[in-house]
Structures are given as structure tokens and as C-alpha cells.
């Protein structure tokens, strides 16, 4: 018998950072490493996470305002969430279920049921958002089969890196879209515009029969912080249903309490036809992510003993998962965790205002909903000039950043604050946990204050150094 020579479990946490580091250089990914090196990042061994924060292993204690791209809403390793899943794996539950019904599942999908508005009632479940997307689209094309085929997306979504979902993302992924040969039958509309969309219907009944099947759109445009045009949400609701496109609502980012309410689409008080969510249902824990659809949908498509194993997937659903999904939404509602999003994004808001205003060479823009939060920035040549650092080696690929970049790198090394930069280059993204207080959100802004008003030019500098060990 072969045996391979292969790292044992306990030895894990032994490794030191460097051997990590040429580890995942040299099996992951080295463009990532290099990234990381160059923010200053790749230095440090994280043994801890709770709560608002990150431990290293040589002491650090870092406030981490990312919120893990909106995985985060509960804070890191949350107890509550942390005994579901030590209560489900003591109890030896059952994981993988096709031969009988899962329990776990159904009591998920019931509460879905109740916290969604209308008639969104059937859950399918899966392991990340672009899967869930996927989901969507087939469903609504099975809906309309055979006499529609074509999707509607927005110019600013950004739905997945699979095929499809890449296929329907707009200008926010366009660098690597090129790279593919996107779906046919992709029709692209500028976001929170309806004249446009009418138009496009318009035409399309011109020129023989509607064939749009359904519309996918973020209902906030989450990395970008872009809330569409008041109103548009409910004409788009309308007129879908006028014209029997199916309406998809991606909250897979702005879901579970990020802006302020359960979902983006409730800042107006639509029902879309299907949502798909992912990101925090796991509480931090578990990848699961999902879609909800109206019962006719459900019922025309999946609903028969012939369809229901049209659409499936191996990991969808498993019991550890629901579990922690269970607990998950739980915890957001005996927590108000909403609640606090919104009273702490508000201040939050306020307080990103009085940067704005204190350092307008480098902030064009401060937007905010909820805990979903930005500051758009000027860019490094608006500010500096391109001349000074264009012919500085590794950084014309990164030219745009080099700003944000410096402030998320000196944050964290001089004021162990950790955020990440935005769907766009010359952005600084900020959304903390949900479970945040004032006193983190004032000890941010007033190192964020401290970084400003340093030599940011100086530290851009300084980057370059990080490449070298
Ligand atoms: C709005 C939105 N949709 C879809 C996705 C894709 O999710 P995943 O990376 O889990 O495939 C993301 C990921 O960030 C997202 O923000």
C-alpha cells in the first residue's frame, strides 16, 4: 500500500508564518500573496478571532471593520453559534440526508418562509452565492420555457464568477467578463434606469413577441453603496409583473440586516419573485447560500415528481449547515441585530461626514446605508500626479489603489484596524459586524483622522518597501 507523506492536522498550528506564506505562494495562489505582501499583511499569524476582533500570534489585537465581505454580521466565532454546531456534531445528528426528509432543512426553509414578505415560500439551498444565482436563472428560464430565454441585467451587478453568473454581471467585472465567452441571450441595462427597460421591452415586442424571461439586479448595489433612484424599485416590481418577467433580487451581500433592514428590497417594500442569500445565513461559520421563490414558480417548474430533481446539488442543504443557518437568524432576531446596523450606521455616516469635509483633497464621496458604508477617493493621480509613481516597479497594476491601499495597510500596521478597499479601485469599503459600538466605530474614524492627515505619499513609499523580506 501507498503511503503518502502528508502534514497531520495538530502540526498546522506549528508552522510559522513564513513557511505559511511560501506555502500558499507556491500551492494557492502567489499573485494573492504578493497583494498581501505588499499591504503589510502577509506578516502576520492570526491563532484567534472573536467577537470585533483578531488576535496574532505576536500579540496584536486588531478591530476588524471588514465584516468578512458581509459574511460577518455576527461578529467572528460567535457562542451562540459556536454551541449550535457543538450541540449538533455532541448529538452525532445526521449530516447527509436523500433517503429520508432533513429536518434541519425543513425548519430552515420554514423560517425563510417567515421572514420573507408574500408569497416567497420554496427554498433550494447550495454552498455560494454565484451557485444560488445560477439556481435563479434556471428556474426563472424553466418558468418560461420555451418561449422566453432572455435575461435582463444591470450594467453595475455583480453576481458571480461561474459562467452565467459572470454572464449577467456588469462593468464592475468586466476586467475578467472579456476573458470569457459570456451566455447568449444576455441583455444589459444601466442600473435604477426604468426608461431604458421599457424601451427594451417596447422593442422587443416590435420586432415579434416579448422573449424576456426574468431580471436580475442587486436591489443596492452593494460594493459600490449605490441605492438606485427613489422609487425605481416599485416601478421595476410593477412593471415586471405587468409584462410577467420574472424579477430576481440578489441580496446575497445586502442580506440579513446589512442596510439597516432584513433585506435591501424592503427599503422600498417590493416582493420580488425570487432572492437569492448567502454570506452571513452562515453566521460566520457555514458556506450556505440559497434562493427563495414564489410558490406558482416553484410549483410549474420543480413541483412534480418529473421535476424535482431537475436542479440539486451534492453539499445543498446538509444538516451541520441548516444548523448553524437556524441559530444564525436567531441570533439576529433576539439580538436586533438590524437594529443596531441601523443606529450604529447612522452615526457611523454621520462621522465619515466630518472626514469628508476635514480632508476633501482625498474624499470625492462618503455614502452609507445601514452598515453598508463607503468613502470614494480621489485618484492617486487626481491627488499626486502619475508622473511620481508610475515608475515605481509593481506599481503600475495597481496605480488606481495605490491610495486606498496605503490607508488599509497603515491602518492595520499602525493602528491594528483591518477594512478592505471596494468593488472599485479608489474605494475604501466599511462594513463592520452588526454587533459594533460607537466607541469602535469613534476609535476607526479617529485613526482613519490620523491617517489622512499623515504623508500619504510617504506611505504609498512605503509600500514598495513591503515587498522586500
Ligand atoms: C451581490 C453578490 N452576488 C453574488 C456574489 C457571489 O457570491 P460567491 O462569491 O459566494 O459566489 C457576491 C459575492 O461577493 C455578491 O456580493
Do not use: W
Not at 455560494?128 to 435563479?136: K, Q
Not at 426563472?140 to 458571480?160: C, E, M, N, Q, S
Not at 453598508?372 to 477617493?377: D, Q, R
Not at 508610475?390 to 500596521?413: M, R, T, Y
Amino acid at each position: 500500500m501507498k503511503r503518502y507523506s502528508l502534514i497531520q492536522l495538530p502540526e498546522v498550528e506549528d508552522f510559522t508564518q513564513k513557511e505559511i506564506v511560501s506555502m500558499y505562494s507556491k500551492y494557492v495562489n502567489s499573485g494573492i500573496a504578493t497583494f498581501l505582501k505588499i499591504l503589510g499583511f502577509d506578516k502576520y499569524k492570526i491563532v484567534k478571532a472573536e467577537g470585533m476582533y483578531l488576535y496574532t500570534e505576536c500579540g496584536k489585537k486588531i478591530l476588524d471593520f471588514s465584516g468578512g465581505m458581509s459574511v460577518l454580521n455576527h461578529g467572528h466565532n460567535h457562542p451562540r453559534i459556536m454551541e449550535a454546531r457543538k450541540r449538533f456534531n455532541d448529538h452525532k445528528r445526521l449530516e447527509i440526508c436523500k433517503a429520508f426528509i432533513p429536518q434541519y432543512q425543513s425548519v430552515l426553509a420554514n423560517n425563510l418562509a417567515e421572514i420573507f414578505p408574500g408569497d416567497l415560500q420554496y427554498s433550494f439551498f447550495c454552498n455560494s452565492g454565484a451557485e444560488a444565482n445560477e439556481g435563479a436563472l434556471k428556474i426563472a428560464l424553466l418558468f418560461h420555457r420555451p418561449k422566453r430565454d432572455k435575461i435582463v441585467y444591470t450594467d453595475l451587478g455583480y453576481h458571480g464568477k461561474t459562467f452565467a453568473t459572470m454572464s449577467v454581471s456588469g462593468m464592475v467585472s468586466r476586467p475578467y467578463k472579456e476573458l470569457f465567452k459570456s451566455l447568449d441571450g444576455c441583455l444589459e441595462v444601466p442600473y435604477g434606469n426604468i426608461g431604458v427597460l421599457k424601451e427594451l421591452i417596447r422593442k422587443r415586442k416590435e420586432s415579434g413577441r416579448l422573449d424576456i424571461a426574468c431580471m436580475i439586479l442587486e436591489p443596492i448595489k452593494a460594493d459600490l453603496v449605490l441605492m438606485p433612484p427613489h422609487g425605481y424599485l416599485r416601478e421595476l416590481e410593477a412593471l415586471c409583473n405587468e409584462q410577467d418577467i420574472i424579477l430576481i433580487a440578489d441580496e446575497i451581500f445586502t442580506g440579513f440586516g446589512r442596510t439597516g433592514k432584513m433585506f435591501g428590497f424592503e427599503h422600498e417594500g417590493i416582493v420580488p419573485d425570487i432572492v437569492t442569500f448567502s454570506k452571513s445565513l452562515g453566521g460566520g461559520k457555514a458556506s450556505i447560500a440559497g434562493y427563495i421563490v414564489k410558490s406558482h414558480i416553484f410549483k410549474k417548474t420543480y413541483g412534480s415528481l418529473k421535476g424535482c430533481t431537475v436542479h440539486t446539488t451534492t453539499f445543498g442543504g446538509l444538516g451541520e449547515e441548516c444548523a448553524t443557518a437556524i441559530e444564525a437568524l436567531n441570533v439576529i432576531n433576539d439580538e436586533d441585530l438590524i437594529g443596531n446596523a441601523r443606529a450604529q450606521g447612522e452615526y457611523l455616516l454621520a462621522r465619515m461626514k466630518e472626514l469628508k469635509s476635514k480632508y476633501p483633497r482625498f474624499i470625492k464621496d462618503v455614502r452609507g446605508i445601514g452598515l453598508l458604508c463607503i468613502f470614494e477617493l480621489r485618484s492617486t493621480s487626481e491627488v499626486f500626479g502619475e508622473r511620481l509613481l508610475k515608475n515605481i516597479p509593481h506599481f503600475n497594476d495597481l496605480l488606481l489603489g495605490l491610495i486606498p491601499a496605503a490607508i488599509v495597510s497603515e491602518l492595520f500596521k499602525r493602528h491594528n484596524i483591518l477594512i478592505y478597499t471596494g468593488g472599485r479601485e479608489d474605494n475604501l469599503f466599511i462594513n463592520p459586524s452588526l454587533i459594533i459600538t460607537k466607541e469602535e466605530i469613534d476609535m476607526f474614524i479617529d485613526s482613519l483622522d490620523n491617517v489622512f492627515g499623515s504623508n500619504l505619499l510617504r506611505l504609498i513609499m512605503e509600500l514598495g518597501g513591503n515587498l522586500i523580506f
